[in-house]
């Protein structure tokens, strides 16, 4: 039976808390919009948005003393595109005083982050994660109809 | 994915010239960069972005910190912004009333001593 679902390219990496891989994943998700849709504007709003989430990834994740990966799950739906960041992170109040100095501390919490990051997606969905840690969801939908 | 950083002086005014991306990795160099340049002495920088292809908030962070402690001495950080996909960042966050932003080097640096 044929599926009446159309393809629906996708990606799913895990890298290791520190700040060289968060480059990595902003453009493994962009050339996961490029691919998919060759006519996307919002490509740069992508990277931006999952630098934005990684980074805060491997900050509350490197505040936890953890070594667990971050996940980057990406998804293009007609132009529309998903990007979940999973870490094993602790929220500031839980790490305890100085886990990490203030000066490398890139957190949601710290900044113009999350700021930033709202002005750009279209759903923010920031949730806990099973077993620990937290869950960015976010979707992003192009500027103008195709 | 790397950050060129290149410093000069013109008319007195210290020019850091960037090319590449800044981002959680690279920004700690950009950051040293300018607390080397105030530490030397400069009050008045201007942060060439023309070539910056990509910047989030980590970037934003280390602008913000230098341009707190040139203030502090009186002196000035002006940018040099001309993709509008990096001016929309300063939008964005409300950073374009912040910080002096220019199209030209020669404007900032003539900006800087005005």
């Known amino acids: 039976m044929p599926s009446p679902e159309p393809s629906r390219p996708d990606v799913d990496i895990a890298f290791p808390p520190q700040p060289e891989f968060v480059g990595v994943a ?44 971050v996940t980057v799950v990406g998804a293009v739906d007609g132009g529309r595109v998903e990007v979940t960041v999973a870490d094993r992170g602790v929220p500031r109040e839980e790490a305890g005083g100085d886990a990490i100095p203030e ?32 869950v960015v969801r976010m979707v992003l939908s192009p500027r103008t109809d195709a | 994915m790397d950050l060129d950083l290149q ?4 008319d007195g005014v210290s020019v850091v010239s960037l090319r590449g991306e800044i981002d959680v990795y690279t920004a700690p160099r950009l950051r040293q960069a300018l607390i080397d340049l105030i530490g030397e002495g400069a009050t008045d920088i201007v942060v060439d972005m023309a070539e910056v292809d990509f910047l989030d908030s980590t970037g934003l962070g280390v602008l913000v910190g230098g341009l707190k402690r040139v203030k502090a001495k009186e002196g000035s950080l002006s940018l040099v912004v001309t993709q509008d996909k990096i001016l929309k960042i300063f939008d964005i966050t409300g950073l374009s009333k912040v910080f002096p932003i220019f199209g030209t080097v020669d404007e900032a640096v003539a900006g800087s001593k005005a």
């Open chain 2, 7 to 10: 410093t000069e002086r013109r």
């Open chain 1, 103 to 134: 000066s490398l501390d890139f957190s949601f919490e710290q900044g113009l982050s999350l700021p930033l990051l709202e002005g750009l997606v279209d759903e923010l969905e920031i949730s806990p994660r099973d077993g620990g840690g937290s």
């Open chain 1, 26 to 69: 902003r453009h493994v998700i962009a050339a996961l919009v490029r691919l998919s849709d060759p006519g996307s504007d919002i490509v740069e709003d992508v990277k931006l948005a999952v630098s934005e989430a990684c980074t805060n990834a491997v900050t509350v994740t490197t505040r936890a003393g953890s070594e667990e990966p």
